[in-house]
Every structure is written in C-alpha cells, then in structure tokens.
Nanobody, 120 residues
Framework: QVQLVESGGGWVRTGGSLRLACVAS????????MGWFRQAPGREREWLGS????????WYAGLVQGRVTISRDNQRNTAYLTIHSLKPEDTAAYYC?????????????WGQGTQVIVSS
C-alpha cells in the first residue's frame, strides 16, 4: 500500500504562509482521496480539509476556511497544504492521510507528520 511522508514544516513568523507537501510512495496514489489534519500538544487531532482522487473537489473545515488551500499533483504523487495568515495557534504537527471524512477514524494510512511553529 502507499506510504506517506510530509515535509515543509518549520518555524514561520506570524502572518506568514507555508506550503506543506505529502509525497506518496507505492502504487496508485491517484486511487486515494487525501486529507490533512493537525494536532497540537494536549489536543485532539483535527481535520483541516480533504481532496478527492482527481483533485477537482476539495472540502475545508470551518476553522481554517479561507486560509487553507489543498491541492494534489498525481503525476508527482504529491498532495499539498498551503496555509496563509499563520497565527501562533496554528502551531501543531501537521499530517496527511489517505481516506475521506472529517474524523481521524475515517483515514487508514498516515504520514509521520511535520512540525509547524508560528511565532513573532
């Protein structure tokens, strides 16, 4: 089955933007719907948004609506999460996952996560 590896995290100044990548290895990345989550220390893992297999349809959580864009490039086996107007409360580990839905239980393959720290 496909394996997922996130990258692109790091320290970002408040108000900045960041693009995270999720590279899939293994067969048939285009067979998987993909989602993005984040988890801050002491908090539940929360869904940010998802894209379907083609990348033509996307859905976003209300908490990040308007600040987040999810896309994918099936030729590069990569999904992307772009976040704008970053705030300190966006500090978390960010994960990509294969599946579809708004809860972590809806997803069956996970990456290891990439840490994002937002501060001034």
């Amino acid at each position: 089955q496909v394996q997922l590896v996130e990258s692109g995290g790091g320290w970002v100044r408040t108000g900045g933007s960041l693009r995270l990548a999720c590279v899939a290895s293994g067969p048939s990345f285009s067979d998987y719907d993909m989602g993005w989550f984040r988890q801050a220390p002491g908090r539940e893992r929360e869904w940010l948004g998802s894209t379907d297999r083609s990348g033509l349809s996307t859905w976003y959580a209300g908490l990040v609506q308007g600040r987040v864009t999810i896309s994918r490039d099936n030729q590069r086996n990569t999904a992307y999460l772009t976040i704008h107007s970053l705030k300190p409360e966006d500090t978390a580990a960010y994960y990509c996952a294969a599946g579809m839905g708004v809860t972590a239980q809806d997803y069956f393959i996970w990456g290891q996560g990439t840490q994002v720290i937002v501060s001034s």
